[in-house]
């Protein structure tokens, strides 16, 4: 038969039970101005505020691997605050009884969700990768085939939240979208709309962001 060697060993920080959070609240003000029979204008403006944060929270050591991944409490940690007035505009021109033209423009902000929150929160899954020829052979890991310290000869690498630092000064994303359109009734039922959208990204990240301890150097 094949012989298959292990050479290297994963260990994750089970059980997790990481909670993230964000918190976002908006307000819309819309208004409808109907300047004349065939011109109407639709002006609003969105305020809105986000706040992802880690809730302190607590774990439980690991069953098989408390000396790698003991118990722990750690502090609520509040990433960022984002405050942006977003204003939307919008105008409808009937030419006549079967053609409108249409013109609009608005500002999107970038939402931030839980999961990049999670790549902070310390209590998250960690993992431990280490060198391991199972001297014994059977195929699992047992106690004391590995020197489980970090710093110890069979230590490779940990893949942990702790390698990661928030760039608190990070600039919120934002959309501009500017959207036209001609529509024109052919028949009852039956019209036909041309129509054009142009968008523009700023401050955009790949995600989850910059990390301030691996910097572009």
Request: glycine letters at 6%; aromatic letters at 12%.
């Amino acid at each position: 038969g094949v012989s298959h060697q292990p050479v290297e060993i994963q260990i994750n920080s089970y059980p997790v039970a990481p909670r993230n959070r964000v918190n976002t609240i908006a307000w819309y003000l819309k208004d409808t101005w109907r300047m004349t029979d065939r011109l109407t204008l639709n002006l609003g403006i969105r305020f809105e505020q986000q706040t992802p944060f880690v809730p302190a929270q607590s774990k439980e050591a690991s069953p098989q691997f408390p000396q790698l991944f003991p118990a722990g409490n750690f502090e609520r940690q509040d990433l960022l605050t984002w405050n942006r007035f977003l204003p939307r505009v919008g105008v409808s021109w009937s030419l006549n009884d079967k053609t409108v033209v249409k013109v609009s423009a608005g500002t999107y902000n970038f939402l931030f969700n839980d999961a990049d929150v999670g790549l902070y929160n310390l209590n998250a899954l960690r993992t431990a990768t280490y060198r391991w020829r199972d001297p014994d052979g059977n195929g699992n890991y047992t106690p004391g085939e590995v020197n489980l310290d970090l710093n110890g000869a069979d230590f490779i690498s940990i893949s942990s939240p702790a390698n990661r630092r928030f760039n608190s000064d990070l600039q919120q994303p934002m959309t501009t979208e500017l959207t036209t359109s001609f529509e024109r009734e052919l028949l009852a039922n039956l019209g036909i709309r041309l129509g054009y959208v142009f968008r523009h990204r700023q401050d955009y990240f790949e995600t989850p962001g910059p990390n301030e301890l691996r910097p572009r150097s």
